[in-house]
């Protein structure tokens, strides 16, 4: 047991031994999600959370939205009822991996220089786990939240959520019911600026999403003869000049209220249109932070033909493209007069973007919670430019952050771990989350 700032107690010392075996054992389950109908490895997912749940008294659900693709869900009865619920959210599947790419086995969770290996560590059985341990210990000592606690550990997130979050959304919103916030992944993680100050990063705001099928159609035609109609050469420079394009920097309240705090912590004024002197200074977030200070375009695949002496009728791509919040309408105007008239441009998935204020409650209980055990620490607000299964709870009326605690070495490339060759999360940032979440859930 370890003693508060405020004198009351936290337990933390069997979750802290736990975690890194649960985290371990749901790496081990292999849970890649290659995007279509498959997901065996959801379902034992879920059932080994159920069972984790059910072996401390809790009575944890599983739906399967589609064979394999399950998830499971559960609540714990907080000391008043009668408050709002909070959820805490985070998914079981993953990206593939290569094995033959890394170091360690990416499904063997391995543990070696001080940190668990595989594919999910950070994106997100890292966070998976600490919940599933800090539950469980609270459940065998009789330590009961302040309020009602909704827990679901969900399929399918990395390809947008259609048999996860968003079906039990859709189908199941009864489960939700009372539930007025929420935390969950990519967030909460640490920035050393000096020996005085470790900055903690909490999620408030998400980019929207357009992943987009791009279509030229031309003539098709004999490889050998002169051919001014043809869809590669169309498309290809369609692409190259979006794949070059640099958008406009955006002030959004959220990368205002993040440079504020920079600005005061660096101890120099801030400018958003000139941050590549500031960005080369923030080492392994600043991949974060730089995408999210305009909306982004990125072309992911190509696709035409089938033969090298036939030129084809029609040439596709692919294009990851992400908004800011409020600039979706000059994102897609931008997009169409980039590619042309020649471009026909489609929605393959469509997501909105988020954003929320950083206050309330919820929010100086992350900040209590870090700062008992970092005293350097300072939470301060960062826009994801990716997105999470927040968007799906947000049609809830649930207001989500990201809030996954871990205390990170400086030298780390937190960004590169996320959907990357040799990702990994340090032993002792799992048992810093451990004791963090188990203080913020006495102060939520």
Not at 115 to 136: F, I, N, S
Not at 229 to 246: M, Y
């Amino acid at each position: 047991m370890s003693e508060s700032s405020t004198g009351s107690t936290v337990s933390g010392g069997n979750a802290e031994r736990e975690v890194v075996d649960l985290c371990r054992d749901l790496i081990r389950i292999d849970t890649s999600n290659y995007g279509d109908h498959s997901g065996p490895g959801e379902r034992l997912a879920a059932e080994y959370v159920a069972e984790k749940l059910a072996e401390v008294g809790l009575e944890p659900q599983i739906f399967e939205s589609h064979k394999g693709r399950a998830s499971t869900v559960a609540r714990i009865e907080g000391e008043d009822p009668s408050r709002p619920a909070l959820l805490i959210h985070g998914h079981t599947d993953v990206v593939p991996a290569n094995a033959a790419d890394w170091t360690h086995d990416p499904f063997s969770g391995e543990i070696a220089d001080g940190c668990v290996w595989g594919r999910g560590a950070v994106d997100m059985k890292d966070m998976d786990a600490m919940t599933l341990a800090v539950v469980r210990e609270r459940m065998r000592t009789g330590r009961k939240p302040p309020r009602d606690i909704v827990l679901a550990f969900v399929a399918d997130e990395e390809a947008g959520g259609t048999y996860g979050a968003r079906y039990l959304v859709d189908k199941h919103p009864g489960l939700f019911e009372g539930v007025n916030e929420a935390i969950s992944e990519v967030g909460g993680f640490s920035f050393t600026v000096n020996e005085k100050l470790r900055l903690y990063l909490v999620e408030t705001a998400q980019k929207g999403m357009h992943w987009m099928k791009l279509t030229v159609d031309g003539t098709a035609g004999h490889g050998s003869m002169i051919h001014k109609d043809n869809a590669i050469t169309e498309l290809s420079e369609a692409v190259g000049r979006l794949g070059r394009h640099k958008f406009p920097v955006r002030v959004t309240k959220t990368l205002r209220h993040f440079l504020d705090e920079l600005s005061d912590a660096l101890g120099t004024e801030l400018d958003p249109e000139n941050m590549d002197e500031t960005l080369a200074k923030l080492g392994g977030i600043s991949k974060l932070i730089g995408a999210s200070l305009q909306n982004t375009a990125n072309p992911t695949q190509l696709g035409a033909g089938y033969k090298v002496n036939v030129i084809p009728g029609q040439a596709t791509a692919h294009v990851d493209g992400r908004y800011l919040p409020g600039y979706e309408e000059e994102f897609l105007a931008d997009l169409d007069r980039i590619l042309g008239p020649n471009v026909r441009r489609e929605d393959v998935h469509a997501d909105k973007a988020l954003e929320t204020t950083f206050d309330g409650a919820l929010v100086d209980a992350m900040q209590t919670a870090l700062v008992a055990e970092d005293p350097i620490a300072r939470a301060v607000p960062y826009m994801l430019s990716a997105g999470t299964d927040a968007k799906s709870f947000d049609d809830l009326g649930i207001r989500g952050f990201g809030f996954a605690p871990l205390k990170l070495p400086p030298e780390l490339d937190f960004a590169g771990m996320f959907h990357g060759v040799d990702e990994r999360v340090p032993v002792d940032g799992l048992q810093f989350g451990v004791r963090v979440l188990d203080r913020f859930i006495d102060h939520c």
